[in-house]
């Protein structure tokens, strides 16, 4: 970023360039690639029953010692290459980078460290915030860093259900959620803040893992884009009234920039300065994938009456159009992500084209009942498997959710005890 421009200013032409792509996205489908035959959705569909039937196989005969675990790894790392394959169409190369680039190893050391941090930590919290890892862990290949957590990494991960389970808590308060932000943003700012409760302690605690890694005078656009997102996620308190009326909330400004300010954060953390070139491309990515989110969670969104783009038009009007224009402002985000030409960065790069694509469609495919038929038909060409199956799918996954993360938990706790 050039010396002239703020994190702030940055954040603020960034927000209005993609407020503009989103308005200047179509309401038909764009060109999304390759379809697939009923045929050959069928036989996938088939090898990805095989697949769920050999992991609910496996939960039933949990490992008991650490080689066991070792075995099951890589038994279910064969089965998940070879179903990558052929059913997705993934190459090993690609495969080769998730699993053997270090993105494992870092997402298993920042799981010992969370539990080691807060021992009563639920796991499904761990989880929620190894998606932040991964998501650094990207942002250090494409810029070609080593892959680590960092202080910064775990620091930042780890605020993640502090912060934002708080703000979605349905029975805090308002106005407790806002004084808890005007001081969290204060001990950002660098007050010397003492901490009020247990909960703020382990904020403080989390935030001096970032402290002891940028000095606030050697990195200032570190704390600039911590203020931004800080910033971000206390205007998204406006989107739990669900009572507004239309216009009143600027829906799609606050979900963009939450989004947005997140991976720029996310970037600034790991790099310590971005070009502009770059800070773009991270913000679009992360306001692409808070638009995702948000569609699929149009849902449960709906039914508490959190207020995003998608669950303002549901039980109203069909989303067609608005998926439609999603999908053309992925393809504005995408259309020359390379914010590094770092080894690895091209391939990451496509990786994150494909599961785009299919979170959103994933995403259509488990609510069908918000579209028109036709538009389901549409979209599902393009999906290597008929909606239905993966639902199903998903649907006997989820029914052992407590078993998988029993599982994990428990590893987790042998990898910690030795």
């Known amino acids: 970023m050039g010396e002239e421009a703020s994190v702030g200013q940055l954040a603020r032409e960034l927000l209005e360039e993609h407020e503009a792509a989103w308005w200047a996205g179509r309401s038909e489908l764009p060109d999304l690639g390759r379809t697939y035959t009923p045929r050959e959705q069928q036989a996938r569909g088939k090898e990805l029953g095989l697949l769920v039937n050999q992991l609910l196989a496996e939960m039933r005969h949990p490992p008991a010692t650490a080689n066991d675990r070792e075995v099951l790894e890589q038994r279910v790392t064969l089965s998940g290459r070879a179903f990558a394959r052929s059913s997705l169409g993934v190459d090993d190369a690609h495969m080769d980078l998730l699993l053997q680039g270090g993105f494992t190893p870092c997402a ?5 460290r969370a539990r080691r941090f807060d021992p009563r930590m639920p796991f499904e919290d761990i989880v929620q915030a190894s998606r932040n890892v991964w998501t650094m862990n990207g942002l250090q290949m494409m810029l070609g860093l080593p892959l ?7 620091g930042y991960s780890m605020l993640y259900p502090y912060t934002d389970n708080l703000l979605d808590d349905a029975g805090v308060t308002e106005d407790k959620k806002v004084l808890a932000s005007e001081r969290f943003g204060r001990r950002i700012a660098g007050e010397a803040l003492a901490p009020a409760d247990d909960h703020e302690k382990k ?3 989390l935030f001096s893992e970032i402290e002891s890694e940028h000095r606030r005078d050697e990195s200032p656009r570190v704390y600039e884009s911590l203020e931004g997102i800080h910033r ?3 205007r998204s308190v406006l989107l739990m009234r669900p009572d507004e009326p239309p216009y009143a909330v600027d829906v799609l400004g606050i979900s963009l920039e939450k989004g947005g300010a997140s991976v720029l954060a996310d970037g600034d953390l ?3 300065n971005l070009t502009r070139s770059q800070a773009a491309h991270f913000f679009g990515l992360g306001a692409l994938l808070q638009l995702a989110d948000d569609l699929q969670d149009v849902n449960s969104d709906s039914r508490s009456g959190t207020l995003t ?4 038009a549901a039980q109203r009007w069909p989303l067609d159009r608005l998926v439609s224009r999603l999908l053309h402002f992925r393809a504005y985000v995408l259309a020359e992500f390379s914010p590094g030409d770092a080894p690895g960065a091209a391939r990451l790069g496509d990786l994150m084209r494909g599961a785009s694509l299919q979170l959103i469609l994933g995403a259509v495919g488990t609510a069908p009942k918000l579209f028109t038929r036709q538009y389901v038909r549409e979209l599902e060409a393009f999906s290597p498997f008929r909606f239905r199956e993966l639902v199903r799918q998903r649907g006997r996954l989820e029914r052992q959710r407590v078993s998988f993360l029993g599982l994990a938990a428990s590893a987790l706790e042998n990898a910690s005890s030795r």
Request: net charge neutral.
């Open 108 to 112: 298993r050391e920042f799981a010992e």
């Open 232 to 234: 971000a996620q206390t």
């Open 309 to 312: 783009v998608f669950s303002q």
């Open 270 to 272: 790991v790099a310590g």
């Open 148 to 154: 680590r957590v960092t202080p910064s990494v775990f």
């Open 203 to 205: 904020l403080w605690a």
